[in-house]
């Protein structure tokens, strides 16, 4: 089957070689499941924020993915202090 990835930020070097624009098209065995597209990726749990499947949050990283679905990953988010004048 096949998943449309979109890593954001610095997962981006994640991808497979020939991807544009942060996307690609990622081919995974039947009934695998987040854990595992994310394995596949070589992208450990820490440097996962959030995961979306299809638009909509999904917390359970052992959700069995479908032909065609869509997964976005972001990484934490860290920040520095802006001073407000």
């Known amino acids: 089957m096949t998943i449309r990835v ?4 610095a997962l981006r070097n994640k991808l497979p070689a020939g991807s544009t624009g942060g996307v690609a098209a990622v081919e995974l065995a039947e009934g695998q499941t987040v854990s595992q ?36 990953v972001f990484p934490p988010v860290a920040g520095g202090s802006c001073p407000i004048s």
């Open 37 to 72: 597209l994310l394995e596949k990726l070589a992208i450990g749990s820490a440097h996962v924020h959030l995961v979306m499947v299809n638009g909509a949050m999904e917390t359970d990283r052992a959700r069995i993915l479908a032909d065609g679905d869509e997964v976005v």
């Open 6 to 9: 979109k890593l954001m930020a």
